[in-house]
């Protein structure tokens, strides 16, 4: 047993799966790049310090549900199919992923204080709402992951609200664009947990966990992943007539959603279970990076003045 003198980076990067946090940090590109083209507002100072809360809260996080899904048998050899599970496969003592995600809060707390001196206290109250669902995401006595809001709260929280508090930082401005802007990340971030959700049926069902796929069942929580995908896209090409994005930002858009679709089809293949989930994650993951990535050229298009 590995205990908390005894504990690596190693150790700590695995707790913290450091490899999910793909998806706040394109929230925290996608909401500081929309500012800086849309108000003409960047500072590197107040990126790097949101970049750093932002990675200790979505690590904070991580350790958290690390700690919560061990100790209430979601998290064991038999589900983890991946071999990602520190606290399973490692041999850790669970309350080690607790202290480490305390530290992470508590660090996160401190460059939150900082950013609301430097821009808006109103931050601060935002920054410390969603620390809070953070830790009922995972903790407290009824657990949010058990339930089948998790997509609503991990998009919404990951996506709208992250988006929109970065372009905040940087602009001190916030409209109905950036609104619209978040909008398809958050449902595509659903997408992301979604998707996990359905390879987990059998094991969260044992753990007593109510996810929407469970309710659904394996088939409709796989229509629901596919909803999910086109609404997406949807919702992004919406912002070319919503003046968000320039006519240009459809190729990209379209480039994306060619290799989203290719991506789907591959996991419907495949099936959703244990033994398929890590090409599944593999997959959804590479669709929202490609995403992000054709985001972020859109709205470079709109900087360099294509129509």
Same mark, same amino acid.
């Given at each position: 047993?590995?205990?908390?003198?005894?504990?690596?980076?190693?150790?700590?990067?695995?707790?913290?799966?450091?490899?999910?946090?793909?998806?706040?940090?394109?929230?925290?590109?996608?909401?500081?790049?929309?500012? %800086?083209?849309?108000?003409? +507002? !960047? +500072?590197?100072?107040?990126?790097?310090?949101?970049?750093?809360?932002?990675?200790?809260?979505?690590?904070?996080?991580?350790? !958290?549900?690390?700690?919560?899904? @061990?100790?209430?048998?979601?998290?064991?050899?038999?589900?983890? /199919?991946?071999?990602?599970? %520190?606290?399973?496969?490692?041999?850790?003592?669970?309350?080690?992923?607790?202290?480490?995600?305390?530290?992470?809060?508590?660090?996160?707390?401190? =460059?939150?204080?900082?950013?609301?001196?430097?821009?808006?206290?109103?931050?601060?109250?935002?920054?410390?709402?969603? #620390?809070?669902?953070?830790?009922?995401?995972?903790? $407290?006595?009824?657990?949010?992951?058990?339930?089948?809001?998790?997509?609503? @709260?991990?998009?919404?929280?990951?996506?709208?609200? =992250?988006? $929109?508090?970065?372009?905040?930082?940087? +602009?001190?401005?916030?409209?109905?664009?950036?609104?619209?802007?978040?909008?398809?990340?958050?449902?595509?971030?659903?997408?992301?947990?979604?998707?996990?959700?359905?390879?987990?049926?059998?094991?969260?069902?044992?753990?007593?966990?109510?996810?929407?796929?469970?309710?659904?069942? *394996?088939?409709? /929580?796989?229509?629901?992943?596919?909803?999910?995908?086109?609404?997406?896209?949807?919702? %992004?090409?919406?912002?070319?007539?919503?003046?968000?994005?320039?006519?240009?930002?459809?190729?990209?858009?379209?480039?994306?959603?060619? @290799? $989203?679709? *290719?991506?789907?089809? *591959?996991?419907?293949? *495949?099936?959703?279970?244990?033994?398929?989930?890590?090409?599944?994650?593999?997959?959804?993951? %590479?669709? @929202?990076?490609?995403?992000?990535?054709?985001?972020?050229?859109?709205?470079? #298009?709109?900087?360099?003045?294509?129509?």
């Amino acid at each position: 047993m590995i205990t908390a003198t005894r504990v690596t980076v190693v150790d700590v990067l695995q707790i913290v799966d450091i490899r999910t946090k793909i998806v706040s940090l394109s929230s925290l590109a996608i909401g500081t790049a929309y500012a %800086a083209y849309a108000t003409h +507002s !960047f +500072s590197i100072g107040l990126f790097v310090t949101m970049l750093l809360a932002t990675l200790l809260v979505d690590m904070g996080t991580t350790g !958290f549900n690390s700690y919560y899904d @061990f100790l209430h048998g979601v998290d064991t050899v038999d589900t983890d /199919a991946e071999k990602s599970k %520190a606290l399973v496969q490692r041999g850790i003592e669970p309350v080690v992923a607790l202290r480490i995600s305390w530290i992470l809060f508590v660090l996160a707390a401190a =460059l939150g204080l900082v950013i609301g001196a430097l821009v808006d206290w109103r931050i601060v109250l935002v920054g410390g709402a969603c #620390m809070i669902v953070a830790l009922l995401y995972s903790g $407290g006595p009824v657990p949010i992951a058990r339930l089948p809001v998790g997509e609503v @709260f991990a998009g919404g929280l990951l996506g709208l609200v =992250l988006i $929109g508090v970065a372009a905040y930082v940087q +602009s001190r401005t916030l409209d109905a664009r950036i609104v619209w802007l978040g909008l398809p990340s958050s449902v595509l971030i659903a997408t992301i947990l979604s998707v996990n959700n359905a390879c987990d049926i059998e094991g969260d069902a044992r753990a007593g966990r109510r996810t929407l796929a469970i309710l659904l069942g *394996r088939d409709n /929580a796989e229509r629901m992943i596919l909803l999910q995908a086109a609404v997406t896209l949807l919702l %992004a090409y919406a912002l070319v007539p919503l003046r968000v994005l320039p006519t240009s930002a459809l190729v990209p858009l379209t480039l994306a959603g060619l @290799f $989203g679709w *290719r991506e789907l089809a *591959r996991m419907h293949r *495949r099936g959703f279970s244990h033994l398929t989930k890590a090409p599944s994650m593999g997959g959804i993951s %590479a669709v @929202f990076v490609v995403y992000t990535l054709a985001i972020l050229i859109a709205i470079g #298009m709109g900087a360099v003045g294509l129509p």
